[in-house]
């Protein structure tokens, strides 16, 4: 495999980690997921963000699965044991589907170890497959895995005990970066060839992925889009975060990781159309992902936001929409998706987006302000 080179450091890491995938792993979790009926998804924090965008593509694309997110209203049981066999019933065999970088986020764990109870004493294997992500198949989600269903193991950034400055960020990423991007690139090829129903594909499908993502990743950091972008956020100012469906999920990916360098100086981040969500005021800043530019709710929001004095900057997989016209400044992803088919579009805004906190980060440290990753390795402990 054919590996480019990003003057982010941290991507030529994502990448290397793809390169190294064993594809027979990850044959066999496109064989589960191809199989089941109803795919569970489970992950914490943004794992699970990154999850809910491949799923939602999953569910969408023609001939695509029941998903189900464990919180869903919809949910037939408190309890996964509880859970899984009124599913089996109503829709087939059933994947737990679980992301998970150290192999012991608490809820995915608590799931699967119940699912895997109930499998054992139903004698049930052939209706339910727990199906892992992980950097650590050793791990006890690891394990569970590869004796109940999959375990594809895809390398994470080896976390250094010792305080590091920002000025490295850029080189290492933020602790689960690296394994969060090199897990949805794989998932979104796998969803891809579960599409055309060729696993042999998946390997190709991750290069082309690869070399379209690198492209992006460079045009989009070298742009002036992102130079206003980071002055804005280096501001004092509100910031907010917009999008529905797998664009609500990359927002709020940007979201997490933005706020507490945000909450440095002062200010507050937060994701449009959520309960806590304040009014925005002259001079707020809102971020707004959308492929289409034309949903009609993320267009109010920037409609209003805009007669309020706000500053909209939007990242659309179209040109001459809504959402463009209505934005003071616009970047552009082109995709090539068929309709039907499992859109990239979001995957790749998350890959560019990415290093968004990190260049906001080197600017404070321009202005005198360094934070070191101490807090960020405690904010993400208790977020995922």
């Not at 569970?40 to 969408?60: P, Q, Y």
């Not at 994947?95 to 119940?114: E, F, M, N, T």
């Not at 004493?121 to 569970?144: E, H, M």
Request: aromatic share 8%; glycine share 10%; proline share 4%.
């Amino acid at each position: 495999m054919l590996i480019p080179k990003s003057t982010i450091g941290y991507m030529n890491q994502v990448f290397e980690n793809v390169a190294e995938v064993n594809w027979d792993e990850a044959a066999s979790l496109y064989s589960s997921l191809k199989a089941a009926g109803v795919i569970v998804m489970n992950g914490e924090g943004r794992s699970k963000g990154a999850l809910s965008i491949i799923c939602s593509e999953i569910a969408k694309m023609r001939g695509g699965k029941v998903i189900f997110d464990r919180g869903d209203v919809g949910f037939p049981d408190r309890e996964m044991d509880g859970a899984a066999p009124i599913l089996r019933d109503r829709y087939g065999q059933l994947s737990l589907l679980v992301l998970s970088g150290s192999g012991r986020s608490l809820v995915p764990l608590v799931d699967a170890q119940k699912l895997a109870l109930y499998i054992t004493k139903a004698g049930r294997r052939r209706d339910f497959s727990i199906d892992v992500v992980t950097s650590d198949p050793n791990s006890p989600l690891g394990r569970l895995g590869r004796e109940f269903g999959t375990c594809m193991t895809i390398k994470g950034r080896e976390i250094d005990e010792d305080a590091i400055d920002t000025s490295t960020f850029k080189s290492v990423g933020i602790l689960e970066d690296v394994f969060i991007l090199s897990a949805s690139l794989v998932l979104q090829a796998i969803a891809e060839s579960m599409y055309t129903g060729r696993p042999s594909e998946i390997r190709d499908r991750v290069q082309r992925l690869i070399n379209e993502t690198n492209g992006i990743i460079e045009s989009f950091v070298g742009s002036d889009f992102m130079r206003t972008l980071v002055e804005l956020l280096e501001r004092r100012n509100l910031c907010f975060f917009a999008g529905l469906g797998s664009g609500r999920e990359v927002s709020r990916m940007i979201a997490v990781r933005l706020g507490h360098v945000k909450r440095a100086i002062g200010d507050q981040v937060y994701v449009a159309g959520e309960s806590s969500t304040p009014p925005p005021r002259a001079g707020d800043l809102l971020l707004v992902i959308s492929h289409s530019g034309e949903t009609e709710i993320v267009v109010s929001w920037c409609r209003n936001f805009k007669k309020l004095g706000g500053t909209i900057l939007s990242v659309v997989g179209r040109s001459n929409t809504t959402l463009e016209s209505l934005s003071d400044y616009a970047f552009r992803i082109q995709t090539n998706a068929e309709p039907g088919a499992p859109n990239d579009f979001y995957i790749k805004a998350a890959f560019a987006t990415s290093p968004v906190p990190i260049f906001v980060v080197e600017r404070l440290q321009e202005r005198g302000l360094k934070l070191p990753e101490y807090i960020l390795r405690w904010y993400h402990s208790i977020t995922g």
